[in-house]
């Protein structure tokens, strides 16, 4: 029998506190109110099923264990006002097999929406995160196991000057993503200049101004379970991902990290060793890493940007787990993120420049590195997202 696409729900509404650079912003607090909610029901397609949600865009998909979860942009007004000027979010966990809702959550308000508000009433991360497509992807993050789901509430003052970055409070809300259920509520203070989540704890990484440097603060929040205190410790680098019990930071902030060293650090603040030669961290939990460390940095700093792309491009990458050391080895593959039936994945594509055109057909695909550490050649099962949907799909890899 299949499941209802009609789920009990949880609206987390954050309340007038949370509704963002206001004059005379009352103290922070959160209100959890119960509520029940309904998903339309999946339709049956050619590759499996298509979702679509009510809501107004699909922002992102992440992969978990339990399943795919989708996050959805969705309007929320500001207390007192009927007119939309932040932007609710809403979680909704599906069944992998059919495309029915396993649980729903809305939460509001998550972040700003740039049609709604002026650069002027922005808190500081606000500016921090932008008001882009991928703002809610930004404010969201998932546990190294898969097992938990954080967002970051909207920001509020606890003084007069919105650009005082020590006065800017939000609320953390961390879920379980197989139940949906709420396991942690946490304020902090500050910008959050990183958020990740290893197997057992929320770590937050916060500063005083727009960069870790200097004032960067990291703080570890065990999940109920775990039976240990919070701690903390300084870090000026950039918080950029988790393993199960390990943090990787970089020393700059961005999606494609050119070439960079990787620092890793126990949950004491220890640090455990560094990995060289860094392009970026797969959501997988891969990293990405260039066989000649040297070389790919030097094309960077030697050769002129009109001639370095391609270059670049045709250094030889490895994939590391970063917990155990293996390796797999991928060339000059082009990598792309995934979500799979039951965790993230990544896609990988022979590409081919001929003239101004670039074509590239997929030729082998790989799970996370607890899956283990071989390319794959069959058919790739994942899920799709377009605007209001997202939908299982099914892509043959072309033979060599």
Same mark, same amino acid.
């Given at each position: 029998m299949r499941c209802r696409a009609r789920a009990a729900a949880l609206a987390f509404a954050l309340v007038a506190s949370l509704t963002g650079c206001v004059d005379e912003a009352p103290a922070p607090s959160t209100e959890v109110t119960v509520l029940e909610t309904t998903q339309p029901e999946p339709r049956t397609t050619a590759t499996g099923w298509q979702l679509a949600l009510d809501a107004d865009r699909v922002n992102v998909i992440l992969g978990t264990p339990s399943g795919p979860v989708a996050l959805a942009g969705v309007d929320a007004p500001d207390a007192g006002s009927t007119r939309p000027s932040r932007t609710g979010l809403l979680a909704v966990g599906v069944a992998p097999t059919d495309g029915t809702t396993r649980w729903a959550r809305s939460l509001a308000p998550v972040t700003v929406t740039k049609k709604r508000r002026t650069l002027e009433t922005w808190c500081p991360?606000?500016?921090?995160?932008?008001?882009?497509?991928?703002?809610?992807?930004?404010?969201?993050?998932? =546990?190294?196991? +898969?097992?938990?789901?954080?967002?970051?509430?909207?920001? $509020?003052?606890?003084?007069? %000057? @919105?650009? !005082?970055? /020590?006065?800017?409070?939000?609320?953390?809300?961390?879920?379980?993503?197989?139940?949906?259920?709420?396991?942690?509520?946490?304020?902090?203070?500050?910008?959050?200049?990183?958020?990740?989540?290893?197997?057992?704890?929320?770590?937050?990484?916060?500063?005083?101004?727009?960069?870790?440097?200097?004032?960067?603060?990291?703080?570890?929040?065990?999940?109920?379970?775990?039976?240990?205190?919070?701690?903390?410790?300084?870090?000026?680098?950039?918080?950029?991902?988790?393993?199960?019990?390990?943090?990787?930071?970089?020393?700059?902030?961005?999606?494609?990290?050119?070439?960079?060293?990787?620092?890793?650090?126990?949950?004491?603040?220890?640090?455990?060793? =560094?990995?060289? +030669?860094?392009?970026?961290?797969?959501?997988?939990?891969? $990293?990405?890493?260039?066989? %000649? @460390?040297? !070389?790919? /940095?030097?094309?960077?700093?030697?050769?002129?940007?009109?001639?370095?792309?391609?270059?670049?491009?045709?250094?030889?990458?490895?994939?590391?787990?970063?917990?155990?050391?293996?390796?797999?080895?991928?060339?000059?593959?082009?990598?792309?993120?995934?979500?799979l039936p039951a965790g993230f994945g990544m896609l990988l594509k022979r590409c081919v420049t001929k003239g101004s055109e670039t074509t590239c057909q997929p030729v082998s695909w790989i799970g996370s590195p607890s899956d283990g550490a071989t390319l794959r050649t069959d058919n790739l099962t994942h899920i799709e997202k377009g605007r209001k949907k997202l939908y299982l799909s099914t892509l043959p890899m072309t033979k060599p």
């Open positions: 991360q606000d500016k921090f995160t932008g008001a882009d497509d991928r703002a809610l992807e930004k404010t969201a993050t998932i =546990s190294a196991d +898969g097992g938990h789901l954080a967002f970051l509430g909207a920001p $509020v003052m606890v003084g007069d %000057d @919105p650009t !005082a970055v /020590a006065d800017q409070r939000l609320t953390i809300v961390v879920l379980d993503t197989a139940t949906g259920e709420q396991v942690l509520t946490q304020e902090v203070a500050g910008l959050v200049t990183g958020m990740v989540m290893t197997r057992d704890a929320l770590v937050v990484q916060t500063a005083t101004n727009y960069f870790p440097a200097g004032t960067g603060k990291v703080t570890v929040y065990p999940l109920p379970n775990a039976q240990t205190s919070a701690t903390s410790f300084r870090a000026d680098q950039w918080l950029a991902a988790a393993t199960t019990d390990t943090l990787l930071f970089t020393p700059r902030l961005s999606d494609d990290y050119g070439v960079q060293t990787v620092l890793k650090v126990g949950l004491d603040g220890r640090e455990r060793g =560094s990995i060289p +030669g860094v392009n970026r961290i797969r959501r997988s939990g891969w $990293v990405e890493q260039f066989v %000649d @460390p040297d !070389a790919a /940095a030097a094309i960077l700093a030697n050769v002129p940007s009109d001639r370095s792309s391609d270059l670049f491009d045709a250094q030889p990458r490895r994939l590391l787990n970063p917990d155990t050391g293996e390796t797999v080895e991928i060339g000059t593959l082009w990598g792309m993120d995934v979500v």
